[in-house]
């Protein structure tokens, strides 16, 4: 009898599990699917991180959520130059007499190029859809919690906590009320773990893209999800680049700009991000410089000017730590350009709703701006800088 009871409770487990993953899939959803609790990375250091300024790995000083109390940072200026960290970070009592962090992060803080003032005289991308697909979202950060109006996730995301800091970051440098470029846009997001794991099929990717323009038909015209930012890219050969591509085809010919990291192949387009020390004015064209990661490869070859250039480095954006907590990112990488564009182009529809990509494109490196810097003895010229305003402005005319 014994025996049949076990039977008989494996079924009835079995039975209830695949009742969940059932109505999970299948269930309808609300605008706010679920309220994922904040992420917990506390750790302890006993030794500073050391930095080569030679490698080319990002990150070497990670100091995020770690309780650094014990330590002696008098010396360690250097790491701490180039340190990531967030507002978990304990720090300890004898620190270099030059760093404040504290600056550091609000410096961060600022979109930059002249955003704010732009956000200032109304331009915000009030009432522009903006779409991210991205991992899980920390969906009540203050950031972003009043901008977002749908969030939804796949079966098997509700096995995660907010223990990702792309959604939180994303999302912030996106339409952020303070930090981001298009604080007044709508946001709808899409959480999908799989679909960014190491072997990703881009045919989960398509069908979330096809799921967005199904939203988008539900909505009033005046708003409309108008661009999908998505910090992935893909290339022939991969698993699902076909389902991607034509997902891509079928959105930009819903009216709907689809940014990601492979702008060249999806519409010609060439994105890169820029450098920028920690206490330098974000809004200064002159405080930028090629990003650590790709310094090297613009002092050998330059950078066409068919290039626009974004922000990308010494970015504070929302931590997924807590729902007021910030992390301050020391090196970013493409998947901090992509959000920043989305929410550019928010503004430019927010102005002139007929705008297309390749008008925005077009005209964003006809109002860039180019600056000269100083590398080695030798002078080059950097450009083309996004410049909002006088983008804005052009399309006002």
């Known amino acids: 009898m014994s025996g049949k009871v076990r ?24 605008p706010i699917a679920r309220h994922p609790n904040p992420a917990n990375f506390d750790a302890t250091l006993t030794a500073i991180p050391t930095y080569d300024p030679h490698s080319s790995d990002l990150w070497q000083a990670d100091l995020r959520s770690t309780d650094l109390t014990q330590l002696d940072l008098s010396n360690s200026g250097e790491v701490l130059s180039h340190a990531s960290f967030d507002d978990q970070t304990k720090w300890p009592e004898k620190m270099p007499l030059d760093f404040d ?30 779409a991210i697909i991205d991992q899980t979202l920390l969906v009540d950060h203050q950031e972003y919690v009043s901008q977002l109006k ?79 930012s998505m910090s992935i890219g893909w290339m022939p050969g991969d698993q699902g680049y076909d389902e991607i591509k034509s997902a891509v085809e079928d959105a930009k010919a819903d009216g709907i700009f689809v940014v990601n990291t492979v702008l060249d192949d999806t519409y010609g387009f060439e994105l890169f991000g820029l450098g920028r020390e920690p206490l330098a004015d974000p809004d200064d064209p002159k405080s930028y410089a090629p990003a650590d990661w790709w310094a090297d490869q613009f002092f050998s070859h330059a950078v066409p000017d068919s290039m626009l250039l974004v922000p990308m480095d010494s970015r504070t954006t929302a931590s997924p730590t807590g729902f007021g907590d910030y992390a301050f990112y020391r090196q970013g990488g493409a998947s901090w350009t992509v959000p920043y564009l989305a929410g550019m182009y928010a503004l430019a529809v927010q102005i002139d709703p007929e705008v297309t990509p390749e008008k925005f494109w077009a005209t964003a490196l006809e109002t860039g701006r180019t600056i000269q810097i100083e590398h080695d003895g030798r002078i080059y010229s950097f450009g083309k800088i996004l410049d909002p305003q006088a983008l804005i402005a052009a399309l006002q005319h």
Request: charged share 20%; proline share 4%.
């Open 101 to 130: 962090w504290q600056r550091i992060l609000d410096v961060g803080k600022n979109p930059g190029l002249g955003l704010r003032a732009l956000h200032e005289q109304g331009v915000t991308g009030r009432g522009v859809g903006l």
């Open 7 to 30: 039977i008989y409770s494996l079924g009835l487990i079995v039975l209830l599990l695949a009742g969940f993953f059932v109505l999970r899939m299948f269930s309808p959803k609300g």
């Open 150 to 228: 749908l969030y939804e996730e796949t079966w098997e995301v509700p096995w995660f906590d907010a223990m990702s800091i792309h959604g939180a970051a994303v999302a912030s440098i996106a339409v952020g009320k303070t930090v981001g470029v298009a604080p007044g846009a709508d946001l709808y997001y899409f959480a999908n773990e799989s679909c960014y794991g190491r072997q990703t099929d881009f045919a989960c990717l398509a069908r979330i893209v096809r799921r967005i323009m199904e939203v988008n038909q539900a909505l009033p015209q005046e708003h409309r999800i108008k661009v999908i």
